[in-house]
């Protein structure tokens, strides 16, 4: 395997290739790189085609996501990074895993076989959207937001319901904590856990423990109660009250 490695601090690039090489049979490693203006200028020259690259994403110089908007990168990346919070970012690209520093050796083997099952030749062809999906079923996922100055974050599995108002996606979590997002509902969709939230509407999306109560409503309609409660009434639109019972079942809707 063929591989190309983006870290400005050498131990870290060291500790990478050390645990790769207990991973893989046969290791090259192309070349270490630390800035994105080296990685730009590689990118332009290069001959050859790395098979794989693990890039971090604060980089000497900068954000390695400043790069891709110099080059076109079409080699499978896993992003090595102290931050979670580009994870949005990340899965933009052709990204295939998104490991936490420290690197755990259990999960870099995980990222190289979710490379190795999603790789289709006679060139790697990376499904991201169900990449992404099983990453962000994690439960350590975690959505930024802010407060006046204060950077805030909000665990997945704390959220009871997420529902956009006035503008804003708001976060409220299963001890009734409110906290603005700075995501849309559609991207946050994508990002949680099919069997345990489910969007009731275009401006709501529950966690199955916050459902308290289940009533028929007008026009074939459902309408839940929810805890903490809201100060609106949640209404099953019409088109998804079908999905909602099946996942009410145990079957996770398509978003």
Known sequence: ???????????N?????????????VLEVIAVMESVEEGVKWFNTAVGQADLIF????????????????????????????????ALQAFKVYSVDYLMKPIDLKDLKRALEKYEYFKLPPEPAINISRIAEEFFKREHTRFMGKINN?????????????HFSDGLTWATTLNNQKTP???SLDQIEKLLDKN??????????????????ITTYYNSRLVIQLFPAM?????????????????????????
């Open 1 to 11: 395997m063929k591989i190309i490695i983006f870290e400005d601090e050498k131990h």
């Open 13 to 25: 690039a060291e500790r990478l290739i050390h645990l790769l090489q207990q991973c893989v049979p």
């Open 55 to 86: 890039m971090d994403i604060q980089l000497s110089d900068g954000n390695c996501f400043e790069m891709f908007e110099q080059v076109d990168i079409r080699i499978p990346i896993i992003f090595t990074t102290a931050y979670d919070s580009f």
């Open 150 to 162: 204060q950077l805030v974050y909000v665990k997945a599995k704390d959220i009871a319901y997420l």
């Open 181 to 183: 997002l700075d995501y």
């Open 196 to 213: 345990l939230f489910f969007r009731i509407n275009r401006q709501l999306i529950v966690h199955i423990d916050a459902i308290k109560k």
């Open 231 to 255: 100060d609106s009434e949640a209404v099953i639109s019409r088109e998804r009250v079908s999905s909602f019972k099946s996942w009410l079942e145990g079957q996770a809707p398509s978003f």
